[in-house]
């Protein structure tokens, strides 16, 4: 089993920054990636950053240039700097497990290994 817990949401202003963290810890070996999620009230879940060995990087059109994922391999940590953040942005984030692969969008397949989500609310 793979655990995912995710922090460091909250409220921002528009144009301003945060950080959220996504911690794996169990079966850590069952995966090589991490993808960000996020799903704001009334839609669909979406894919918007991946980070799998390599690394490779993956950004959806939609954040690229403004949200940078990183990791940290020995504390088995990704974090998603989000930068110039918008109202769009508004949504609960959720950290997944997967893999890479060539024939999915962002070359990412979700395993169905996913955090509780944080919170993130862009607002003045």
């Known amino acids: 089993q793979v655990q995912l817990v995710e922090s460091g949401g909250g409220l921002v202003e528009p144009g301003g920054s945060l950080t959220l963290s996504c911690v794996a810890s169990?079966?850590?070996?069952?995966?090589?990636?991490i993808g960000w999620y996020r799903q704001a009230p009334g839609k669909q879940r979406e894919l918007v950053a991946t980070?799998?060995?390599?690394?490779?990087?993956g950004y959806a059109d939609s954040v690229a240039g403004r949200f940078t994922i990183s990791r940290d391999k020995d504390r088995n940590t990704v974090y998603l700097q989000m930068d110039r953040l918008e109202a769009e942005d508004t949504a609960v984030y959720y950290c997944?497990?997967?893999?890479?692969?060539?024939?999915?969008?962002?070359?990412?397949?979700?395993?169905?290994?996913w955090g509780n989500g944080t919170l993130v609310t862009v607002s003045s």
């Open positions: 980070i799998v060995d390599g690394p490779r990087l």
């Open positions: 169990g079966s850590t070996s069952s995966f090589n990636g």
């Open positions: 997944n497990a997967g893999f890479y692969s060539s024939s999915r969008y962002l070359n990412y397949y979700s395993l169905d290994y």
